[in-house]
């Protein structure tokens, strides 16, 4: 009962923040980048909550459950991508003011090309959308009773509201709220599953100690590693959403420093998540690894606390769907109809963008009715946008020292995508990672068979 109370009341202030962020939206930069306002605070409070969503906790929980410590990797190669986006990036990505990745694409190289990024990154992320839904309709079903189907329906309902009444200046709002939820709600869980094995040693003393292998072990090598490194950890140098957040923020300084904490605060998050899934193997060896963090929950929390972690789980989820859906709305808005109808006035645009919301928010929920598995969801989806976008989007931003072009980078999206899309719906071994190298090698070598066309070009043209 304390369970449905605290879902209603949560959905309930959730409609009501996008109520209110509705009448502080004056423009498109209200929208779509929170008026350009966003101090560090709420920068990296919303990147956070972005990150750590319900299907990152449910996957990391299930990977701790079932083969230990190296469950870590899944988010803890978002803290590395994150400190090379620091380090090299976030200040360029900021100073160019724009709305999307694939503005950003158009920059770097010309409109066809973002226009085929907009594209490939609607599709992939609307896969992103559908695994925050299953990871809600599965915990839901299992926390508060009822259909999983039914919860997934009311969940996308309910974020799709809200996305759509308050855009950029709703979701950045609350997800920083959310943040400092699911930060508590974690930490809250795991000191009292350590109470109820004894502390650190109960825990080792409960496991194998293959278990506590790191950063490779028996059920995860190193292929493995790397994959996660390249195929999820190249997500956060390169992410529509990270890059979403740092067009929020107030200047490039506040910018870079935001993903330096973040960062820095999801390392603990990682761990404490993934200690939650080995302690669930601990005490309750017999369930499946989808059920270590509902039955934690359940089974372990006071009915007080349990509430909390609940509401935590639900930030988990909304923050993460809330941030993906509007960049995915407002890539398809700007990027892609506004391309073939450029008269489109500030209020029609946010016009489309809402109607926006709503196309994929619906279509993120039948694929998620479709599909069965979060981690595969995510990977298909990550695999997909990783091979085709990420590699030419790292090198425009040293286009003339590495002399890419535009129809290498299009070489590069179309072959490294369609490649992943191959490797994903055939299950071809190897092929996933192998795509991200044919991404980058049709990118030079597309740009380098550009150059030697132009030179004829212009030597024909001189006369030579």
Same mark, same amino acid.
């Given at each position: 009962m304390l369970g449905l109370i605290v879902v209603i009341v949560y959905f309930l202030a959730m409609i009501a923040v996008g109520l209110v962020s509705r009448r502080k939206v004056r423009g498109a930069n209200d929208f779509f980048v929170a008026g350009r306002k966003g101090s560090s605070l %709420?920068? $990296?409070g919303s990147l956070l909550a972005t990150i750590v969503g319900g299907s990152a906790i449910m996957v990391t929980t299930s990977l701790g459950f079932t083969q230990g410590l190296t469950g870590v990797w899944f988010l803890l190669v978002g803290s590395i991508g994150l400190a090379v986006l620091g380090f090299f990036f976030a200040k360029k990505v900021r100073q160019f003011g724009l709305y999307t990745l694939p503005e950003l694409v158009?920059?770097?190289?010309?409109q066809r090309i973002a226009l085929v990024a907009s594209i490939l990154i609607v599709v992939a992320w609307i896969g992103v959308i559908a695994a925050q839904i299953i990871a809600a309709g599965q915990i839901m079903s299992i926390l508060v009773a009822g259909n999983s189907t039914l919860w997934m329906v009311l969940f996308a309902g309910v974020f799709i509201a809200y996305t759509i009444l308050g855009g950029q200046y709703a979701v950045i709002r609350t997800d $920083?709220?959310?943040? @400092?939820?699911?930060?508590a709600g974690i930490f809250a869980a795991l000191a009292v599953v350590f109470s109820r094995l004894g502390g650190w040693g109960g825990l080792t003393a409960s496991l194998d100690p293959e278990q506590f292998a790191f950063p490779v072990s028996s059920q995860f090598g190193g292929y493995d590693l790397v994959k996660f490194l390249l195929l999820v950890g190249l997500t956060y140098v390169v992410g529509p959403d990270m890059y979403s957040r740092l067009f929020c923020a107030k200047d490039a300084k506040t910018a870079r420093v935001s993903v330096f904490w973040v960062a820095l605060? #999801?390392?603990?998050?990682? #761990?404490?998540? $993934?200690?939650?899934?080995m302690g669930a193997s601990a005490l309750f060896p017999a369930i499946s690894p989808e059920q270590a963090f509902p039955t934690v929950i359940n089974e372990v929390l006071p009915p007080v606390l349990g509430g909390l972690v609940l509401a935590a789980l639900l930030c988990a989820f909304m923050s993460s769907a809330d941030t993906i859906l509007l960049t995915a709305s407002t890539i398809l808005t700007v990027d892609i109809v506004k391309r073939f109808k450029p008269s489109l006035s500030q209020k029609q645009t946010i016009s489309l963008s809402r109607w926006g919301i709503v196309v994929l928010g619906v279509c993120a929920l039948l694929l998620a009715l479709y599909l069965k598995g979060i981690l595969d969801a995510i990977l298909f989806a990550y695999t997909i946008y990783t091979?085709?976008?990420? #590699?030419? @989007?790292?090198?425009? %931003?040293?286009?003339?020292? #590495?002399? @890419?072009?535009?129809?290498?980078?299009l070489a590069a999206i179309i072959g490294g995508g369609t490649a992943a899309l191959i490797s994903k719906v055939f299950d071809i071994k190897y092929l996933d990672l192998g795509a991200l190298f044919i991404s980058g090698l049709l990118l030079f070598v597309g740009s380098f068979i550009d150059h030697k066309i132009r030179s004829r070009r212009l030597d024909r043209g001189r006369g030579i």
């Open positions: %709420f920068i $990296t158009g920059k770097q190289y010309d $920083t709220l959310q943040a @400092v939820i699911i930060f605060l #999801l390392i603990p998050l990682a #761990l404490g998540i $993934t200690f939650i899934g091979a085709g976008i990420v #590699l030419p @989007v790292i090198a425009g %931003f040293y286009k003339k020292r #590495l002399k @890419v072009t535009a129809w290498g980078a």
